[in-house]
Each structure stands twice: as structure tokens, then as C-alpha cells.
Nanobody, 114 residues
Framework: QVQLVESGGGLVQPGGSLRLSCVAS????????MGWYRQPPGKQRELVAK???????SYTDSVKGRFTISRDNAKNTLYLQMNGLKLEDTAVYYC????????WGQGTQVTVSS
């Protein structure tokens, strides 16, 4: 069973940046559509960014132009570069495949606050 470990979250002011990382216990990113999800307080988890094996990307409208998903196959690591952070980006962020069939990791908390 693949294990996913997210990191890189923290407290940041509006307009700031963070880079999240997700390390997988084995090589999967080049074989599956992968995604970053987030779960704001009291809300459902949503997919915010997706990356295909062919390096095509897609984003939910609320993060387009601000977030960038990428990966490093050699390091079994998926990244989410987040720029221009807004209060509404506050959430726990997770990675998973596009169908969310891998056991969820612990996530990483992103808090945007002034």
C-alpha cells in the first residue's frame, strides 16, 4: 500500500507564498493522474489541482493563476507552489491520485491570516 506524506504548510499572511510537498513511499506519480486536495474548516474536501503522467495540468477556478502543481519523479515527490495566498485558501491540504483511492495522509495545514 502506498503511503503519502504531505509537508510544507504553515501560517502566512495574505499575498504570501508556500510550497507544499507530498512524498510517496514508492514511484506512482508518472503512472497516475495525481492531485492536490484541500479541506477548509467545516467544508468538504475538494480537488484543486491535477497533474497527468504527460504533465498536463488543470486547476479549480479559485486557484488558477496562483497555484502550480509539479512533480519530481526521481524523488517520488509532488509539489504545489502557492502564490498570492488568500484567506479562503486556509485549509488542510492533501495529495492523492485523481480518484482519491490511496489512503489519505495526515495532510498539511495552511493558514492564511493577517
Amino acid at each position: 500500500q502506498v503511503q503519502l506524506v504531505e509537508s510544507g504548510g504553515g501560517l502566512v499572511q495574505p499575498g504570501g507564498s508556500l510550497r507544499l510537498s507530498c512524498v510517496a513511499s514508492r514511484s506512482i506519480f508518472g503512472l497516475n493522474d495525481m492531485g492536490w486536495y484541500r479541506q477548509p474548516p467545516g467544508k468538504q474536501r475538494e480537488l484543486v489541482a491535477k497533474l497527468t503522467p504527460g504533465m498536463s495540468t488543470s486547476y479549480t477556478d479559485s486557484v488558477k493563476g496562483r497555484f502550480t502543481i509539479s512533480r519530481d519523479n526521481a524523488k517520488n515527490t509532488l509539489y504545489l507552489q502557492m502564490n498570492g495566498l488568500k484567506l479562503e485558501d486556509t485549509a488542510v491540504y492533501y495529495c492523492n491520485n485523481a480518484w482519491a483511492t490511496i489512503a489519505w495522509g495526515q495532510g498539511t495545514q495552511v493558514t492564511v491570516s493577517s
